[in-house]
């Protein structure tokens, strides 16, 4: 980290912070507490009860906003005008700034005016772009939209970060003006991971681990029943741990025989505190996570288990980051329904996961190197610098 980001005072903009357990949430908060220890940081978030109660101690947190448009303008003139931060920081998602129907045309004038009446920088982190283009009416409404929008934050913006590779690509395709300007920095886990000297508790059965929401895109039915079949010549040597889910919840992705099927080897969790997170994935042979459209850097439930070290199946696509790729202890296979069952029966019976359990160490050191905070926090620092 160069003299220069020091003499930075960053002001991160999100209306989600702690204690909210989404990933924008946490991902706020990771990377403010790391930004916090290398330079003077701020937030502004949203003035709900659960926010101002959880952060009353912390004096370089403002919960104060309700309306996050026009409205806004006064509060934040106010916060800017008092702290003289030289840097403002957005985290963006299309639709976090509207309360209906995923808009917020009014957004973009509010930071227009800011820097029109205080002289700060303004730096766009991307989460998510814009809402698919698919075929009925209301989908193309908000993809248009979203895409206006974004461009009218980015023409603010001396620095616009986002969070995949691909989401750098398209930005870089669509308006070529901007891509000096825009980097790629990747997500980090948002589980923190305890060091501790006790090894996970033993056991003769192979513990495979999902963990996660229940999203459409992650096919849980699938992996499910995938493994189930990959697994049926040996199911007495395995476990099949889902973290955070319970039985009731996997019951309503299955059909009751599916279902019926996979009780005896399948352990729901439930609930967990974030702490607890940590325990079950450490317990972990193996970790299977299936995104439709590819494993990409800004999902934290992946990353959690790369942090761990854990040996991985995860599906490639149209969003999958290149620096995934090749890497030992980590398979890629396709999404296509087929092609992911054959893909996993094969590596089921050629001994996966714990023929990858030398990878162990060298898949930990790949996520300190590429995706921790330290990591992210000073890359983002180093471009204040280059800029300064």
Known sequence: MSNTSKKSKILILCPKFHPLEDGLGQH???????????????????????????????????????????????????LVRKEKPTHLLIQWVPYLYAKRAGLNFSFPSVIRTLKK??????????????????????SKVLH???????????????????????????????????????HWIPVSSNINRKISITPKTPSKKVRI????????????????????????????????????????????????????????FLVCTGFLKNSEVDQALQELDGFIAYFMDGLSSRRGSFLAALERGIPSISTTGQYTDSIFLNVPGLHLLSP?????????????????PRSDAHFRNSLSLFYNDSFSWEKTTNDYLNLIAALN
């Open 117 to 138: 009446l205080i002289k700060v920088q303004v730096h766009l982190y991307c989460h998510e772009l814009y809402y698919p283009n698919l075929a009925d009416l209301k």
């Open 144 to 182: 248009y939209s979203h895409k206006w929008i974004l461009k009218q934050m980015i023409e603010q913006s001396e620095l616009v970060l986002t969070s995949t590779d691909s989401f750098k690509k398209e930005i870089d395709a669509l308006w070529p003006a901007f891509q000096k300007k825009t």
């Open 336 to 352: 296509e329904e087929r092609a992911f069952q054959k893909g996993l029966h094969d590596l089921i019976q050629n001994g996966w």
């Open 209 to 264: 681990g999902l963990f996660g929401t229940f999203h459409p895109s992650k096919r849980v039915d699938l992996v499910l029943n995938s493994l189930f079949q990959a697994i049926q010549p040996k199911k007495e040597a395995y476990e099949i741990h889902y973290i955070g889910a319970s039985e009731d919840e996997i019951k309503t992705l299955l059909t009751k025989e599916d279902f019926t099927h996979l009780s005896s």
């Open 28 to 78: 706020t908060t990771h990377f403010y507490h790391t930004l916090k220890s290398k330079v003077e940081t701020l937030v502004i978030t949203s003035a709900t009860p659960e926010i101002v109660t959880a952060n009353q101690r912390d004096t370089d947190v403002y919960p104060l906003v309700e309306h996050w448009d026009l409205r806004t303008l006064p509060q934040l003139l106010r």
